[in-house]
């Protein structure tokens, strides 16, 4: 179980970023009438205790850029002070219309990940493969991942910097790669009989000294656009109501700074 749990986390860590597109400047809310060039999102927290609102600080989120042919070629995600996190560039081919890489930097510009994506002749995607580095610039990981002919998953093999294979996993994920651990026998208990039953973990579950007993949500409202139509402020809200009879309403307003071509 933990070595299938082991893929499934890492055909998360490595393909999500990757394999799914982000998406276009919040396509569902946006007039693609006028070609964007950057977005800058940034939110402000208004937390209102029985009745009390307290305004939070208004603090930056990511900014992403786009090309003139509508392609994402950086998101830039900050921290509260407005000191970059983390930038990642795309690589997008001008002839193919396709995305050949992403690569990643962390705030102060060390490279972390770079990614490189493979195609056949008719264009489709077959695979890529992502080199991750220490905050030194050196490598110490190399993930080569396969796809199958209807874009699924097929091999996922992890290298050492040297170039020696470490792992391999193969999807659907083979029975020896599901096998489970087998569960440690206790006190007069024989190793067979600890095997036959399943590995249980105990956890505490405090008592609350307050619990919600109500409360509802408004999903995000644009409140106001600019004048292409693209929303540039938008509120959502959460209220719950405790037991003790506070009442707590956390608001979440987003700005959003657009520029164009």
């Known amino acids: 179980m933990n070595r299938m749990v082991d893929a499934v986390a890492l055909c998360l860590f490595f393909c999500a970023p990757a394999l799914a597109q982000p998406p276009k400047a919040d396509a569902a809310r946006d007039v693609p009438a006028a070609q964007i060039h950057t977005i800058r999102t940034e939110m402000m927290t208004i937390t209102e205790l029985n009745g009390q609102p307290s305004d939070g600080p208004r603090v930056p989120l990511h900014s992403v850029t786009y090309d003139r042919a509508g392609s994402i070629t950086e998101i830039?995600?900050?921290n509260e002070d407005g000191s970059t996190a983390r930038r990642t560039t795309y690589i997008n081919d001008d002839a193919s219309k396709r995305r050949s890489g992403v690569v990643t930097y962390s705030g102060d510009g060390t490279l972390l990940r770079r990614v490189e994506y493979t195609f056949d002749d008719s264009g489709r995607r077959t695979g890529q493969t992502n080199y991750d580095y220490e905050e030194d610039g050196a490598l110490f990981r190399k993930t080569v991942i396969s796809l199958d002919a209807n874009g699924g998953l097929s091999e996922i093999n992890e290298y050492s910097p040297a170039g020696a294979l470490l792992k391999t996993y193969h999807f659907p994920l083979k029975p020896d790669e599901m096998q489970l651990p087998p569960r440690p026998a206790e006190q007069g208990e024989t190793s067979a009989a600890a095997e036959s039953k399943p590995t249980?973990?105990?956890r505490g579950v405090p008592e609350p000294e307050d619990?919600?007993?109500?409360?509802?949500?408004?999903?995000?409202?644009?409140?106001?656009?600019?004048?292409?139509?693209?929303w540039v402020k938008a509120i959502s809200s959460?209220?719950?109501?405790?037991?003790s009879g506070r009442s707590v309403k956390k608001t979440t307003v987003l700005f959003r700074a657009i520029t164009y071509y």
């Open 76 to 78: 830039v995600n900050y």
């Open 200 to 202: 249980l973990v105990k």
């Open 211 to 230: 619990y919600v007993i109500g409360g509802g949500r408004s999903y995000d409202k644009a409140v106001e656009q600019d004048e292409h139509g693209n």
């Open 238 to 243: 959460v209220s719950n109501t405790y037991a």
